[in-house]
């Protein structure tokens, strides 16, 4: 079993206003995904596992890292990079839940496909912006994503 992984993640709750059923739904899958499988390895960092607390403040995005023994870092990076990918995000997942509740198949299936699109744009996006200081594998980058942009709600 690697050691270079995420075993605890939480989000700044106090940062986030109040999420729609949709939203959270979102946030819990995406956690428990992440803790059941990631690739995480802070270049700043001897070793993990690691705890992650995320957290938006003035526009920058904050990964607050402690490892298994104790050892803490900080990553702050801009969240401007990734602006267009969460508004868009947000846009056409508002499109999906509500061609959910409309019941109209033939939309889902396409808005689905321009959701996993969107995402997985932000997700390479997340990854060149981390580049230089954490290594993730995409399906962590993606879960990761999801968390960034459930922050950004308002």
């Known amino acids: 079993m690697s ?22 739904h979102e946030k819990t899958i995406a956690i428990t995904d992440l803790l059941h499988e990631n690739s995480f390895q802070p270049l ?14 003035e526009g920058r995005l904050i990964f607050d890292l402690t490892s298994e023994t104790g050892e803490t870092a900080k990553a702050v990076l801009p969240v401007t990079p990734l602006k267009r990918l969460i508004r868009d995000y ?18 889902l299936e396409a808005i689905d496909m321009g959701r996993r699109g969107v995402h997985n744009e932000g997700a390479e996006a997340l990854q ?26 308002k």
């Not at 700043?44 to 403040?57: A, D, E, F, I, R």
């Not at 230089?132 to 922050?151: E, G, P, Q, S, Y």
Request: glycine share 4%; proline share 2%; with cysteine.
């Open 90 to 107: 947000f846009l056409i997942c508002e499109s999906y839940y509500e061609a959910l509740k409309k019941a109209q198949p033939h939309k």
């Open 128 to 153: 060149t912006l981390l580049e230089n200081r954490m290594k993730v594998d995409f399906k962590t980058a993606r879960r990761l994503f999801t968390l960034i942009c459930v922050l950004h709600l």
């Open 44 to 57: 700043c960092m001897k070793g993990g596992p690691y705890s992650l607390h995320l957290s938006v403040s």
């Open 3 to 24: 050691s270079e992984k995420i075993i605890k993640i939480t989000l700044d709750e106090e940062s986030i206003g109040q999420r729609s059923v949709e939203a959270e």
